[in-house]
T-cell receptor, first 113, second 110 residues
Framework: ELKVEQNPLFLSMQEGKNYTIYCNYSTTSDRLYWYRQDPGKSLESLFVLLSNGAVKQEGRLMASLDTKARLSTLHITAAVHDLSATYFCAVEASGGSNYKLTFGKGTLLTVNP | NAGVTQTPKFQVLKTGQSMTLQCAQDMNHEYMSWYRQDPGMGLRLIHYSVGAGITDQGEVPNGYNVSRSTTEDFPLRLLSAAPSQTSVYFC?????????FGQGTRLTVV
């Protein structure tokens, strides 16, 4: 059974600071996804990571994937208040074509002025 | 292009009542799924479908039924609602690596 662990679950940071959210998973995976969710809203796709060593960046967010370590990171650079949200990683197990995603519990990020 | 449309947005049920959460997509995606989101639990897969006429169970299927008679629609049925089914429900459709989530249905069972 695929398990996905995110940490930290809660992150309070000051504007301008850097921080990293970690996503560990338990079995071989082909694909890893990062989503953002604002309170009361749906999920917004941020990144799709498809291979070992993949790195993607959008604005102040950068995601990377190490399939050998079964680890993905979401790095936040010079945080701003608008980044306050819950961030989820989701993993799709290898070998299947049924697109089943297993989600982490989410990281609630609060960026304070 | 409406994407993934869920109805209703909010619903209150009494224990033992049944209801159907509707999900429709207009992107001709074969793969659709239902998740529930509970505080501190992330999203958990309830049921999914890889095409019309094909459905399968996810991680937490008990108490829910699905059917897929058309590519566009994937309704989720609660047979006899229980307070443990109080949650936010998301429907998603997907093609390759791109998933589209509906706006969610917030269900309260009293």
């Amino acid at each position: 059974e695929l398990k996905v662990e995110q940490n930290p679950l809660f992150l309070s940071m000051q504007e301008g600071k850097n921080y990293t959210i970690y996503c560990n998973y338990s079995t071989t995976s082909d694909r890893l996804y990062w989503y953002r969710q604002d309170p009361g809203k749906s999920l917004e796709s941020l990144f799709v990571l498809l291979s070992n060593g993949a790195v993607k960046q959008e604005g102040r967010l950068m995601a990377s994937l190490d399939t050998k370590a079964r680890l993905s990171t979401l790095h936040i650079t010079a945080a701003v208040h608008d980044l306050s949200a819950t961030y989820f990683c989701a993993v799709e197990a290898s070998g299947g074509s049924n697109y089943k995603l297993t989600f982490g519990k989410g990281t609630l990020l609060t960026v304070n002025p | 292009n409406a994407g993934v449309t869920q109805t209703p947005k909010f619903q209150v049920l009494k224990t033992g009542q049944s209801m159907t959460l509707q999900c429709a997509q207009d992107m001709n995606h074969e793969y659709m799924s239902w998740y529930r989101q509970d505080p501190g639990m992330g999203l958990r897969l309830i049921h999914y479908s890889v095409g019309a006429g094909i459905t399968d169970q996810g991680e937490v299927p008990n108490g829910y039924n699905v059917s897929r008679s058309t590519t566009e629609d994937f309704p989720l049925r609660l047979l006899s609602a229980a307070p443990s089914q109080t949650s936010v429900y998301f429907c998603a459709s997907r093609i390759n690596t791109e998933a589209f989530f509906g706006q969610g249905t917030r269900l309260t069972v009293v």
